[in-house]
């Protein structure tokens, strides 16, 4: 199903009334992790019983939100709500172009190149302006051999992944987030994925991909409705 070769990164809270999953993927070759393949997440998710008996919110960002669906199809009876944010169900040729010269530039151990059109197309200039010329050059030096490697199997997972025409066997409550100008995935394969499901989407109109790292109201985007409660680190409490 294209998901076998699947990495990313997952948060599990487990808390008195729900366990929240948030997922989301790693920056290709700045983050030394090497994931969680998607076989991982469903052990963790075979064995969520022994923790709690109480049922799952997912949260996925990107190609973590192509988890999210995986995971809301193949186990409805336990993902009761979702947030799916700049995400697909599949990828459109602009999505499919984008990847492939990621993987191109990973394959030829270009560190630098790949970052770099990385960082253009998932963040906004405002943002990247905001985290500085100095740190940008710094980051775009990172990436090992090996994180290149990952960094492909990571991407090839998403020119396979195609949900799309079980989206309608979705019957959790589900809230879909875009950026309206993400140049990724594009904005269009959100509200495609929202219409087929019958969901609520929300769309930063001048959002990029990141929205889900830049927007100060993310957050509350995903509380709206009750869908999800985030736990915030900062205030216990709430």
Excluded at 15 to 22: E, N, V
Excluded at 55 to 70: H, K, P, R, T, V
Excluded at 131 to 159: H, I, R
């Amino acid at each position: 199903n294209g998901m076998t070769t699947l990495f990313g990164t997952v948060m599990v809270s487990i808390g008195m009334s729900a366990a929240f999953f948030l997922i989301f993927t790693a920056i290709p070759p700045l983050n030394a992790l090497s994931g969680f393949p998607i076989s991982s997440i469903v052990f963790f998710f075979i064995l969520f019983p022994l923790f709690t008996n109480e049922n799952a919110y997912f949260a996925g960002f990107s190609q973590g939100g192509m988890i999210a669906q995986q995971m809301a199809l193949d186990y409805p009876e336990k993902v009761i709500k979702m947030v799916v944010g700049s995400s697909a169900s599949r990828l459109c040729d602009k999505a499919k172009a984008n990847i492939e010269k990621w993987i191109k530039l990973a394959d030829e151990d270009t560190p630098v190149l790949l970052n770099r059109s990385f960082f253009e197309l998932v963040y906004s200039k405002a943002f990247l302006d905001v985290v500085g010329s100095e740190t940008v050059a710094f980051l775009e030096q990172q990436g090992t051999k090996e994180d290149m490697e990952k960094f492909k199997k990571v991407a090839s997972a998403c020119l396979t992944f195609d949900a799309y025409e079980r989206l309608n066997n979705i019957k959790c409550d589900t809230l879909v987030i875009a950026g309206g100008e993400d140049n990724v995935l594009t904005a269009d394969a959100s509200c495609e994925m929202a219409k087929k499901i019958g969901c609520e989407i929300f769309v930063y109109e001048n959002g990029s991909h990141a929205s889900y790292d830049e927007a100060p109201d993310y957050k509350e985007k995903m509380n709206s409705g009750g869908c999800i409660n985030v736990y915030d680190g900062n205030n216990p409490e709430k």
